[in-house]
């Protein structure tokens, strides 16, 4: 399961599991995604900190 597609992800699994899907309720959504909200620094330090999770789950580098 990936966090960018949970809700498809888990209606997934609990129809294999119960034969029906089961919605996730959705809580503390934000309103803005914009990448321009970080510094240079910012990215830099979540991509060495997160590096093999960007490269386990194949995810694309950050811009910046």
Known sequence: MRFEALTE????????LFGDAVDLPVENKSENRDED????????????????????FNYPDLPG
């Open 9 to 16: 992800d888990f209606a997934r699994l609990t129809t294999e």
């Open 37 to 56: 909200q970080y510094s240079v620094e910012a990215v830099s330090l979540m991509q060495k900190t997160f590096s093999a999770d960007f490269f386990l």
